[in-house]
């Protein structure tokens, strides 16, 4: 897999040995990008015709009854045809708008998130629209987003409203303690939840309403659990925010500390609430945990892992004040965080916590994107508005809900209906074929994205003062090793 960054945003996109014959009222949509793989979507959009694609690509044979329609895709000679049939009817085009919602978090603890995938929902929605137009569909979609303030009973509240509304695919929400709130709510009335960035491995439930397009955390605990064990943690003191992600993530990392070595030291997991601002308790257990491992495996072998959102910075700032943990923040090995916090430049550009965060270095697990040229594409043309910042600050997520929006889009168009039980129905597949900004978007039974490798991001001092994230290394899914680019 090649690593994604943001300064390699520069390759323009091309469309290589591809011909196409279009007839009106067809989408052919998802062109793979070097892949020689055509996705196809065939929804029943009142209108009738054939299309038929070839791409130089892979080896393949499959047929798909798709929106009344049937895709059969076949190989002679290394070419790749696809030719998809689409029924009349269905009645999408007759001049509506689709709402797609939207729960983001603009307001609490993942609000540089949030910023930067309502940048991205908004991009796409322009996209979809332009796409249905180019087909010649009279068909808007709209977007309906929402503050939901990373608060359970708001997003509640605000599902209902979007389900009252005729809303039947919602893009959100971001984090998994949310997501386990109200999923009881969309599963009852069959509203699609189609989250970028929630990874409980608690919320891995074949045949709910959820979707989600990050692998859960089953593979970070994975990564995590490796990565310290390489940097010669023999004694880990584990702590996290007490919901559903950070429960999930630290089980699993400390499931998977123990499967890999015998004779590791943990200490924890350690919860703290998630509304607190007084983190004085939670210093005080992981300072007694230090100087007890030190004692046992010395003070260079001890970590501290931390399953944190931007709370994190209130943390080591209340470390830093208080004489008694300050020697926390200068500990041999640095200290260790999650998908939770890496690449939030909310952290790293605060004057308070930036230079604190460089100090511990925070190696972060993040899922690892395929660098492309549809990623290329998008950067360069989004550099220099203020998308393209909202968007850097938490690029894969951000990303995420740009590629969620054409999902959702997609999966109404392909099932024919704005109907929540159809999307359900269809959008597996619709997944399974489609390859995003951020690479292949399918799925497991879980509905959760097939997992891969991690990148892991570490904070450092930069020009001027100021402080940034920097690509340290990845883990490698299929071997379970690390390899460094500059180990913290």
């Not at 991690?454 to 990845?474: H, N, P």
Request: proline fraction near 4%; aromatic fraction near 8%; hydrophobic fraction near 40%.
């Amino acid at each position: 897999m090649k690593i994604l960054s943001r300064e390699r945003f520069c390759i323009p996109l091309k469309k290589r040995g591809v011909s196409t014959v279009i007839a009106i009222g067809t989408l052919i949509v998802g062109l793979l990008i070097g892949a020689g793989v055509i996705y196809g979507a065939a929804p029943a959009l009142g209108l009738g015709g054939t299309t038929t694609t070839t791409a130089a690509g892979r080896t393949s044979t499959f047929t798909t009854s798709v929106g009344g329609g049937t895709t059969t895709t076949t190989v002679a000679g290394g070419t790749v045809t696809l030719t998809t049939s689409v029924g009349g009817g269905g009645g999408l085009c007759n001049g509506q708008t689709v709402t797609i919602g939207a729960l983001n978090d603009l307001s609490g603890q993942l609000s540089s998130q949030g910023a930067g995938d309502l940048a991205s929902e908004n991009l796409a929605i322009t996209d979809v629209n332009a796409y249905t137009q180019s087909a010649g569909c009279n068909l808007t979609f709209k977007l309906n987003a929402v503050d939901y303030k990373l608060d359970n009973p708001t997003a509640l509240a605000q599902l209902q409203a979007m389900a009252a509304a005729g809303i039947q695919i919602v893009i959100g929400p971001l984090n998994s303690g949310t997501a386990a709130a109200i999923l009881g709510y969309a599963n009852s009335n069959h509203i699609v939840l189609l989250s970028p960035s929630s990874t409980s491995p608690a919320l891995a439930i074949p045949n709910d309403y959820l979707f989600r397009t990050a692998p859960n955390d089953a593979a970070q605990g994975q990564a995590d659990a490796r990565i310290l064990l390489d940097r010669g943690a023999k004694g880990v003191i584990i702590v996290n925010r007490d919901d559903t992600y950070g429960n999930g993530l630290a089980n699993a990392t400390k499931t998977f500390l123990q499967k890999d070595s015998s004779s590791v030291v943990i200490k924890g997991p350690y919860k703290y609430d998630i509304t607190t601002t007084d983190f004085s308790a939670i210093l005080a257990q992981i300072n007694s945990d230090y100087q007890t491992l030190s004692g046992q495996v010395g003070a260079a072998n001890v970590a501290i892992f931390v399953v944190s959102f931007e709370e994190q910075g209130s943390m080591l700032i209340q470390a830093n004040n208080n004489p008694t943990y300050k020697p926390l923040l200068s500990t041999s090995l640095p200290w260790f965080g999650t998908d939770g916090i890496a690449q939030n430049t909310k952290l790293t550009n605060k004057t308070t916590s930036g230079p604190l965060m460089a100090q511990v270095k925070f190696p972060s697990t993040l899922f690892n994107v395929i660098n492309n040229s549809k990623t290329n594409a998008f950067f360069a043309r989004i550099k220099g508005t203020p998308a393209y910042a909202a968007i850097s600050s938490n690029v894969f997520y951000s990303l995420e809900g740009y590629n969620d929006v054409w999902i959702a889009a997609l999966s109404i168009l392909s099932a024919g209906k704005n109907d929540g039980t159809a999307i359900h129905n269809v959008l597996p597949s619709v997944a399974a074929n489609f390859f995003g900004l951020t690479g292949w978007e399918g799925l497991q039974a879980s509905g959760d994205r097939i997992p891969g490798s991690y990148q892991i991001w570490k904070v450092v001092a930069a020009s001027g003062g100021t402080y940034s994230w920097a690509l340290a290394g990845t883990w490698n899914y299929d071997t379970d090793t690390v390899t460094w680019i500059s180990a913290p």
